[in-house]
Structures are given as C-alpha cells and as structure tokens.
C-alpha cells in the first residue's frame, strides 16, 4: 500500500472513531474537510451523511447519500440511510421508495424490513407494514424494534382516536360488576351471559387488531423475563430471580370453566402477584387450557395452592388440576430439572455465585436500568377477554362443546387458526385425555 492510500485510511479511521465515539460535532468539521480533499470517495460521503443524519441534518445528509448512490448504484446502506433521513422530514413516499431499494439488494435485512414497514405505517398501510414487521422477526428473532413497531401499529397508542377507543373501551369493561359468590358452584347459563355483557363493549376494530397483534404480544416478553432470557442465552446460566420464580398451575377441561377462572382470579385479589392466561403457541408442547399465578417462593405458592384449591373445588369442579411448577418453561428446555418441584420440599437446583457477575453484565445495559414494573391490573381488562377470546378459537378447533352458545360472537381469524393449527393434533390428543380422566 503507498503512502497516499495509507494517509487516506488514516483519515477515514479518524472520522469513523469520532462517529462512534458521538464526536458528531468534530466528525462533521473533519469529514467536510476530507470531502474537499477527496470529493469522490464514497466512504467519506457515506460518513457524512450519517454524521449528518445523527446530527438531524437531514437535507445535507441527503446529499451525501445521493452523492454515493451516484457512484455506486449498489450501496444498499446508502439507499436505507437516505430513507430514514427522508422519513424524519415526513417523506414517508420517497423514503419508502429508497428503503425498498435497498432493500432489493439485501432482501433479508432485518433493518430494511422493518424500515419498509415504518413506511407503510406512517402512510396507513397497516397490513402491508404488519407483514414487513413480521418478515424482520424471521431472520432476527433478537431484534425487538419491529415487536415494538407492531405493537404500536396494532394498539395505535400513537394514534390520539384510537388510543382513546381503547382506554374507554378498558374503562367500560372494568366498571362492570359481577355477584358471583367465590363459595358457591358458578352455573354456565350465568358464565355465558356475562362474557357475552364483556364482548358487547368492544368495537369491532379492537377485536380485528388484535387477531393480528396476539402473537406479537407473545413474543414480546416483559422487559423483567427478556433480561433473564439474555442471561441463560448468552452465558447458559439460570439467573438468581428465577430460582424463586414459581407458578401455580390451574388446568380447566373446558373453555366455560376457563372463563371462570379468569373471574375468579380477580375476586380473590392475588395482591403482589402477577395472573398470567395465554393461549399457549410454541410447537411441540402440547397442553390445555391453564390459568396461573406466579410466585416469589415455595412458601408463597404453597399457602396460596390451599387456598386457590379450596375455592375452585367450590365453584368451578373438584377434580380441577392444580400443582406448582418452576417459573419460565424455556429455561426446562434446556435444565429438565427445572421444570417442576416439589410443592413440599426445597429449591433442588444449585445456584452459581459466580453467576452473580453474568447478570451484572446484562445489567450494565442501559436499557435495562431504571425500568419500573408493574404487577396486573385490578379487575378484569380488555386484554384479559381479548386472551379468553383466542381461548374460545382454539376451543372451536379441538371439538370443546362447551363453547357452542359463544358462536355468534364473531372470532373468525385466519391468522389466528394458523397458529392453532401448529399443533392442533397434540392438543386434541390432550383435551380427549383430559375429558376421559373427568369421566373416571
């Protein structure tokens, strides 16, 4: 290499070192310098253009990125960087436009997909922006962005009408009140009637979002979860918290005594606990309908199994299955111990102190800090009967008769059925099972 081109990457390095280190100021001066000095160098015009968009220099980072789409017809980057300039500016036509090129070059950019899809969703394609979100997941599950953007296109917190429809529509369905006595056995005629009262409330556009939105919730774990899935991922270690992580598990026969439990949950107010209900979509595990409730400790869940086994054998069925199992099923994916206890003795699994230094790392994060949890609503919301929905979809699909007075809610969802169809054949084999066991 001769000395020129020795000197020229010197000075590229320079540049690229203050861009990292976000000397945006410094960057700027020394790459219009640079610029003067090599005019065609797309290197020197691809960093000025992000110091410049880094900078909200929008127009002149425009420039520069055309500047390097004129002399390479390839940069894939280029093309991306000039569509996000343009999208801040509220081009969302032409930025769509230079994404796509982009795109076109790397088809399986997860970066690309999902600037395609913020695009489409600034100009109100929401389907087609749902589907470019979707394909950015595919190819990098870890890349939480398009699970964000989803969830905003799918809610439309971002959007002042339709967020008002949802906080008025949760509002309305909190206030309702019911008189079922948490001692006495509910009847199924009384079950229906009700959830039929909840379903009235919701519009027909929060049922249609949320078909499509149900499985980007269920990736989207809460941030608490994600930080310990990063810890077993990346360093094959169960974090500290999960080792007095337990659930209580409630398995009901039939969707009517599902909805039941949901009730029930709320009326017994399980105060410093989290009440998780989900329909369950992993391949490969096959189950029924659960309700649960975690824990922080053996000791929690124990005094709480009496006490929730008691109330169940009241009012829903006596051979209602309940038992304590470990926290968070991925981890037994790879530890089978840790997937079940027993509810009588000690936490089996040992933990490694020298664990404590892998959690630090994550925690250094910063997305990660000053964070604030917050444990389930009061009162049953309109996210707990849009889950007893896709609840009532997959009852349809195993043959659960029960749920036949609940036909004329409209629930028809292709997307929906999809999912269920994963593992259709396990969970029929279960519920037949389960229905059998009630008989004997």
């Known amino acids: ?48 253009g992000i110091i410049n968009l880094a900078l909200n220099n929008y127009l002149n980072s425009i420039d520069s990125f055309s500047k390097v789409i004129n002399i390479n017809k390839n940069n894939a980057d280029a093309y991306n960087n000039k569509g996000a300039a343009l999208y801040h500016l509220g081009n969302f036509n032409d930025s769509l436009e230079e994404f796509k090129h982009g795109l076109r070059l790397q088809p399986n950019n997860p970066i690309f997909l999902n600037n395609v899809g913020n695009s489409l969703n600034s100009l109100k394609k929401f389907d087609d922006a749902l589907w470019y979100y979707n394909e950015s997941l595919k190819f990098y599950k870890n890349y939480n962005l398009p699970i964000l953007n989803t969830i905003r296109l799918l809610t439309h917190f971002d959007t002042k009408e339709i967020s008002n429809v949802y906080i008025d529509t949760n509002n309305k369905i909190r206030s309702v009140k019911y008189d079922f006595n948490i001692n006495e056995t509910i009847s199924d005629k009384k079950i229906i009637s009700f959830f039929k009262e909840y379903i009235k409330l919701i519009p027909k556009e929060l049922i249609e979002y949320d078909y499509k939105a149900t499985e980007i919730f269920r990736r989207d774990k809460s941030l608490n979860c994600n930080r310990h899935e990063k810890i077993f991922n990346k360093f094959n270690a169960i974090p500290e918290f999960c080792f007095g992580c337990f659930k209580i598990q409630i398995e009901t026969k039939n969707i009517l005594d599902f909805i039941k439990l949901y009730i029930i949950f709320d009326k017994i107010k399980l105060s410093n606990n989290i009440r998780k209900c989900a329909m369950e979509t992993r391949k490969n595990i096959p189950g029924s309908y659960k309700g649960f409730i975690y824990c922080s400790s053996t000791e929690e869940a124990n005094k709480l199994l009496s006490f929730i086994s008691t109330i169940l054998k009241k009012t829903i069925d006596n051979k209602v299955n309940i038992k304590i199992k470990r926290g968070c099923s991925e981890f037994a994916e790879s530890y089978p111990n840790y997937a079940e206890t027993n509810p009588t003795s000690k936490s089996f699994m040992h933990y490694d102190q020298a664990w404590k230094s892998y959690e630090k790392v994550i925690d250094e994060n910063k997305s990660y800090k000053n964070k604030v949890f917050h444990s389930t609503l009061d009162g049953v919301t309109l996210s707990d009967i849009l889950i007893i929905k896709n609840w009532i979809i997959y009852a349809k699909h195993i043959g659960d008769n029960s749920c036949k007075d ?35």
């Open 1 to 48: 290499m001769n000395n020129d081109k020795v000197e020229t990457q010197n000075e590229i390095n320079s540049l690229v070192a203050l861009f990292e280190n976000r000397h945006y100021e410094k960057g700027l001066e020394l790459s219009k310098n640079l610029i003067i000095k090599y005019p065609d160098s797309p290197d020197v015009l691809f960093l000025n």
């Open 406 to 440: 609940l036909d004329s809610i409209n629930f028809k969802s292709d997307y929906i059925n999809r999912q269920v169809l994963n593992q259709l054949d396990s969970r029929k084999s279960e519920f037949l099972k389960l229905q059998q066991d009630s008989l004997n």
